[in-house]
């Protein structure tokens, strides 16, 4: 089974930096692309960040290019989303997803691909 867990969610102030940990179980990334998106309150879901599985780029979306990075530590089989310069815009429910195949580049942005989700770590910026 698959099963994705985020953690390291809270309360900052705008500016800071947090740093969100997904431990997907049940997935290889050579065979899975794992992503983070957000959705704020009467929103709908949006990628942030990604790790393709065809040719394991990072992408990003516009609005946090620049101040957030996505990584993966094999060896723990983590993936981290690492949030710095954070606005209040950021406040929102952040969830890692896993879509199995091959997918290249900012094709890993798009939501429908995905086939699981964790239950989400609320990130709340103060400002």
């Known amino acids: 089974d698959v099963q994705l867990a985020e953690s390291g969610g809270g309360l900052v102030q705008a500016g800071g930096s947090l740093r969100l940990s997904c431990a997907p179980s049940g997935v290889t990334f050579e065979d899975w692309a794992i992503g983070w998106f957000r959705q704020a309150p009467g929103k709908v879901r949006e990628g942030v960040a990604c790790i393709s599985s065809g040719d394991g780029s990072v992408n990003y979306a516009d609005s946090v290019k620049g101040r957030f990075i996505v990584s993966s530590d094999n060896s723990k089989n983590r993936v981290y989303l690492q949030m710095n310069d954070v606005t209040p815009d950021d406040t929102a429910v952040y969830y890692c997803?896993?879509?199995?195949?091959?997918?290249?580049?900012?094709?890993?942005?798009?939501?429908?691909?995905?086939?699981?989700w964790g239950q989400g770590t609320q990130v709340t910026v103060s400002s």
């Open positions: 997803g896993a879509a199995y195949g091959t997918y290249y580049g900012r094709h890993c942005l798009v939501k429908t691909i995905y086939d699981y």
